[in-house]
């Protein structure tokens, strides 16, 4: 599966973030397989409208929405990348990840000590992005060296590998973080280095409840920082999603309308964390179940079979598809293969977000 770290400065509302995500996920426990991991990771449903109707059409007695891992990693405190406060304990934890969610305190509490003195979002957010990139500096300033030794032994593996670090070196020495070099078409040899500076970011401004339906200034500070550089944010109140995640499932969403708001928080933090991840959905319907299933934007079939089933990939012969759209436009499986809408494809076809899937596989 794919996971989230959650991150931030000591008091910004991380772990209020993470028991809201939690304890709702646990609340949709009656048809959702929910479990807490570790005390820090907890597996969350990712919510997706589109699954209510897709079940009422296909007549399923159960919804399964496919689901994202969140882990709390508390203790990032600056000078973490020379060791404070365990720093590289949560470095490590850091590095395991494959997005990073980034909490930033955008509500004043005199009651709640910052630990750098003052509300300031944009300052917080450098200081853990400084610490990122010191460790990620440190990290391959240890690995250059034997690499190099090997280049000049004409070993192409290593010289192709000196070849990815040492711009990232020099950028990383500049103060900027080593997504920002990458060049196209070499991410995932990138993401093998194993960098923290190279994982998508998400910003959640954390705001007092008065400012969850409008943001303050704090967090549009935030969102001009977010846009320069190409990351995702979003303006939430822990405080109210705390509250929220308590109520029955039924109450929660009178009481957001009560405060303003379209939607839960949390539901926001989800579906941007699934987008930062660069996450697809294809569905499964039939009358046991209406099944969400996630993929990586780009996967094939039989590989796209392989989430459900390591035999499905083994055994694929084809796949019967149909989009979203036309599966409910035209009431379902025989309405779609009727009306032309239904598709044979094979081992090549590249699944598209939405499709609804049925695999043909010999066993
Ligand atoms: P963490 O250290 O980042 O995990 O922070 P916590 O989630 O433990 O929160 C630290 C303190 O801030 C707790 O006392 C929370 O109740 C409080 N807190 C969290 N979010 C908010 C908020 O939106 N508004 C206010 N006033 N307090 C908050």
Redesign the pocket.
């Known amino acids: 599966g794919f996971n989230c770290g959650i991150v931030?400065?000591?008091?910004?509302?991380?772990?209020?973030?993470?028991?809201a995500l939690t304890a709702t996920a646990s609340a949709q426990a009656a048809n959702y397989p929910f479990c807490t991991i570790e005390p820090n990771v907890g597996r969350v449903a990712v919510p997706d409208p589109r699954l209510e109707n897709l079940a009422r059409v296909g007549k399923s007695q159960r919804i399964l929405p496919t689901s994202l891992e969140f882990v709390?990693i508390?203790g990032l405190v600056r000078g973490a990348s020379r060791g404070e406060g365990l720093g590289n304990q949560f470095l490590a934890n850091i590095r395991e990840v494959d997005a990073i969610i980034h909490?930033l305190r955008c509500?004043e509490?005199d009651d709640?000590t910052h630990v750098e003195g003052g509300v300031d979002p944009v300052r917080d957010a450098e200081i853990i992005e400084t610490e990122l990139m010191l460790a990620d500096l440190d990290s391959l300033e240890k690995r250059i060296v034997a690499l190099q030794k090997k280049a000049r032994g004409n070993d192409r593996e290593a010289q192709a590998q000196v070849e990815l670090m040492e711009p990232l070196i020099a950028a990383l020495r500049e103060g900027r973080p080593a997504r920002t070099v990458i060049p196209a078409g070499q991410e995932a040899t990138a993401a093998r280095l194993q960098l923290m500076t190279t994982k998508p970011v998400l910003y959640v401004c954390?705001?007092?409840?008065g400012s969850a339906a409008t943001g303050n200034n704090f967090s549009k500070a935030v969102e001009e920082r977010a846009k320069a550089e190409g990351a995702a944010c979003v303006v939430v109140?822990?405080?109210?999603e705390?509250e929220v995640s308590q109520l029955p499932a039924e109450d929660q969403k009178e009481f957001l309308e009560g405060l303003g708001l379209e939607d839960s928080g949390l539901d926001r933090v989800i579906a941007a964390g699934y987008r930062l991840l660069g996450l697809s959905t294809y569905f499964t319907v039939g009358p046991k179940e209406t099944r969400a299933w996630t993929i990586t934007a780009g996967t094939k079939a039989p590989q796209a079979a392989a989430v459900i089933h390591n035999d499905f990939e083994r055994g694929f012969i084809a796949c019967e598809t149909v989009s979203y759209d036309d599966y409910v436009k035209y009431n379902g499986e025989a309405g779609a293969k009727e009306a032309g809408r239904m598709r044979v494809e094979g081992r090549d076809y590249i699944v598209q977000d939405g499709d609804v899937l049925l695999f043909r596989f010999n066993v």
């Open positions: 931030g400065l000591p008091n910004v509302g991380k772990s209020t973030l993470f028991n709390d508390a909490v509500f509490d709640i954390n705001v007092e409840e109140s822990a405080a109210i705390a």
